[in-house]
Nanobody, 127 residues
Framework: QVQVVESGGGLVQAGGSLRLSCVVS????????MGWFRQAPGKEREFVAA????????DYADSVKGRFTISRDNSKDTVYLEMNSLKPEDTAVYYC????????????????????WGQGTQVTVSS
């Protein structure tokens, strides 16, 4: 079975930084696009960032462009989300997900494209 495990969340002051990690097992990791999503209380889960299986392209939500960076290390079966200049509105549970389709040409921003999800890691940004 596919396992997706996030780590690195925590409490940080506004303007601070966090680095989230996501380790995937049970798949050939390098074949799949990966995404980060987040969900705040009372809100729907929303797209944050995604990266192509090869690492050759990325996509970001407008709300995080210029502040967050998604990357991957296929030798470690790990995807990262570096979050800088954090704002209170970034507070959410952050989820890592693997695309359902191998070698998809473009990273997807759509929830339904992903079929393997982690349990999430809490990020709280204080004002």
């Amino acid at each position: 079975q596919v396992q997706v495990v996030e780590s690195g969340g925590g409490l940080v002051q506004a303007g601070g930084s966090l680095r989230l990690s996501c380790v995937v097992s049970g798949r050939t990791f390098s074949r799949y696009n990966m995404g980060w999503f987040r969900q705040a209380p009372g809100k729907e889960r929303e797209f944050v960032a995604a990266i192509k299986w090869s690492g050759a392209s990325t996509d970001y939500a407008d709300s995080v462009k210029g502040r967050f960076t998604i990357s991957r290390d296929n030798s470690k079966d790990t995807v990262y989300l570096e979050m800088n200049s954090l704002k209170p509105e970034d507070t959410a549970v952050y989820y890592c997900a693997a695309d359902a389709l191998a070698f998809r040409a473009r990273p997807s921003t759509t929830l339904s494209s992903y079929n393997s999800w982690g349990q999430g890691t809490q990020v709280t940004v204080s004002s």
